[in-house]
């Protein structure tokens, strides 16, 4: 599913539909630097609002490495 620019807020480019949870993870951290709110990015990387968190708290502990972790 693509969501639109409008209804998400985010920059059209990374509109696109997520294919696995590594490319999820990756998009997660940039969303949340842009400012945008956990329920926007969830519904983005079509994730549970708990994921999205998780990454990020996780994200802001360890740094890069975690968007290579399984």
């Known amino acids: 599913m693509i969501h639109s620019a409008r209804?998400?807020?985010?920059?059209?480019r990374i509109l696109l539909p997520c294919r696995s949870f590594?490319?999820?993870?990756?998009?997660?951290v940039p969303a949340s630097d842009g400012g945008n709110r956990v329920p926007v990015i969830a519904r983005l990387v079509q994730a549970d609002e708990d994921t999205v968190?998780?990454?990020i708290h996780r994200f802001n502990e360890i740094g890069r490495p975690v968007a290579a972790a399984a």
């Open 7 to 12: 209804a998400t807020g985010l920059p059209r």
């Open 53 to 55: 968190r998780d990454v």
């Open 22 to 28: 590594r490319h999820r993870r990756a998009v997660m």
